[in-house]
């Protein structure tokens, strides 16, 4: 069993292609989904991983620093995109999805992921300083654990925004419930997510395989089609 540690962003996307992995090697595959940060830290503290793919580079990075990882430098597999999201019959999407309109006193809790966890939510702060939305949006961020949870938190109705990944807006749910638009990719440094193989896996034959797989034209653009660019 090929065990991968996926940020929170692959949540949506991975599943159907493990069981794709799967029926075209025969090799089983299972995924873990966390923040990058939670997920860093399992490695670092022995966790039974076999590949991490994570929202960033900077996270392998610190886990090749460690003398964990077989590569030398994160693979870069997809570029992720950030949108901010809002229910439709909101007082957000009502009115037409906008960044400017975040600012309306109406609007009291936007959701964001933790920057000290999530690259989609350092991504979002960069961005929201950038655009010069930071004052008026200081207080009403709320903070999410990873990428997943702050899209729950628009999805319930408990912020009237998100930031979020393309890869969360995309999915059948949230594209059913709510409407996104993109954000400048200007307004951010670009979000390349890395893979490493563990150097203390028992399936490094398999779990390049699966790098390889993910990389492929085939798959790339089904990444493509879920919220995941080319890197």
């Not at 996307?13 to 069981?19: F, I, M, W």
Request: some cysteine; overall charge positive.
């Amino acid at each position: 069993m090929l065990r991968i540690a996926a940020a929170a962003d692959l949540q949506p996307v991975l599943p159907p292609l493990l069981a794709e992995f799967r029926g075209q090697t025969g090799v089983p595959a299972e995924a873990v989904y966390a923040s990058s940060a939670t997920l860093t830290e399992q490695i670092l503290n022995g966790g039974p991983f076999d590949l991490f793919l994570s929202a960033d580079l900077s996270f392998p990075e610190k886990v090749i620093a460690a003398g964990l990882a077989e590569e030398a430098k994160p693979v870069p597999y997809a570029r992720g995109t950030l949108v901010l999201w809002a229910r439709r019959g909101s007082y957000t999407a009502d009115r037409g999805l906008r960044l400017e309109l975040l600012q309306d006193p109406v609007i009291r809790k936007v959701a964001v992921a933790d920057a000290a966890h999530a690259p989609y939510g350092c991504a979002a702060r960069e961005a929201i300083r950038n655009l010069g939305l930071l004052d008026a949006l200081k207080p009403k961020l709320v903070f999410a654990e990873n990428i997943a949870q702050a899209a729950q938190f628009v999805d319930s109705g408990n912020a009237g925004a998100g930031f979020l990944s393309l890869t969360a807006a995309l999915t059948p749910r949230m594209k059913a419930a709510g409407t996104y638009i993109e954000i400048p990719p200007a307004a951010y440094s670009p979000i390349l997510q890395g893979a490493i193989v563990l150097r203390s896996s028992a399936n490094q034959n398999e779990a390049r395989r699966f790098l390889l797989f993910l990389r492929s034209p085939a798959v790339r653009e089904q990444l493509e089609a879920r919220g995941l660019k080319a890197p």
